[in-house]
């Protein structure tokens, strides 16, 4: 493989949101393509219990567009009230305040993307227990994430979203899912404007990875 390649696809896989092009068509044959590579993903048992709802309809990605939208508004008055009672330094603000932004956009353009994405997964979590609820969802995650990174690759962009969770009843009733089916995120997919992304700031590796035992940054020796 091209590391280079691959390892740029892995690093500007960006959540997007004021670059979405919600005026460029989505065609079907490229997210007929996206979904054939997702569902190589691993599955628990290989039981592939999956299912991507595909919203095209502008009805009802209106009607989803405003619950996520009301969903996002409780979202963020809680947030001040919890930066208000703890303040975590300048730069973390800084960068805080600039993914606020950018949700703020999603949330009022949510109705306008032109292509959103449901994956969901049979079975419910509530009655599970631990094991049972991260097997639940590892078997449907990796692939939303596959399929976001098959997006990426061509050209597409697409943000990681669960506000519409807090509606999961009032999304289901929309889109006729099941009682017996779990909604796993929601998609906004659409072409980007501009040309490219750059790998994120994040906190060092080795400030976030622990040796052995928890909390020991300590790197082993390469004879171990």
């Known amino acids: 493989m091209d590391l280079t390649v691959v390892d740029k696809l892995l690093t ?5 949101r004021k670059r979405l092009d ?9 997210l007929q393509a996206c979904l ?20 095209t309809d502008p009805a009802k990605k209106e009607k989803i567009g405003d619950l996520y939208r009301d969903s996002f508004n409780i979202y963020a008055r809680a947030r001040e009230e919890q930066a208000a009672s ?6 973390y603000e800084q960068q805080q305040t ?21 994956p969901c997964i049979h079975g419910r979590v ?17 692939a939303t994430w596959s399929l976001m990174l098959a ?4 050209g597409l962009g697409a943000a990681w979203t669960t506000l519409h969770l807090r509606y999961e009843k009032e999304v289901a009733a929309i889109l006729g899912i099941p009682d017996n089916v779990t909604q796993a995120a929601l ?14 700031r994040r906190n060092p590796v080795p400030t976030v990875t622990s040796w052995n035992q928890w909390g020991n940054l300590q790197e082993p020796s390469s004879d171990t």
């Open 12 to 16: 500007t896989t960006r959540s997007v």
């Open 22 to 30: 919600l005026t460029r068509p989505v065609p079907t044959a490229v």
């Open 36 to 55: 054939e590579i997702a569902i190589q993903a691993p599955t628990g048992g290989n039981s592939q219990g999956w299912n991507f709802m595909i919203i």
């Open 86 to 91: 703890q303040g975590k330094g300048e730069l």
């Open 98 to 118: 600039r993914v606020v932004k950018s949700a703020l956009y999603l949330a009022k353009n949510m109705r306008r993307v032109p292509v959103m994405v449901i």
């Open 126 to 142: 509530e009655t599970l227990d631990p094991m049972a609820q991260a097997g639940l969802y590892g078997s449907i995650l990796p």
């Open 151 to 154: 997006l990426r690759a061509r």
């Open 187 to 200: 998609l906004p997919v659409a072409y980007y404007t501009g040309t490219d992304f750059k790998p994120a």
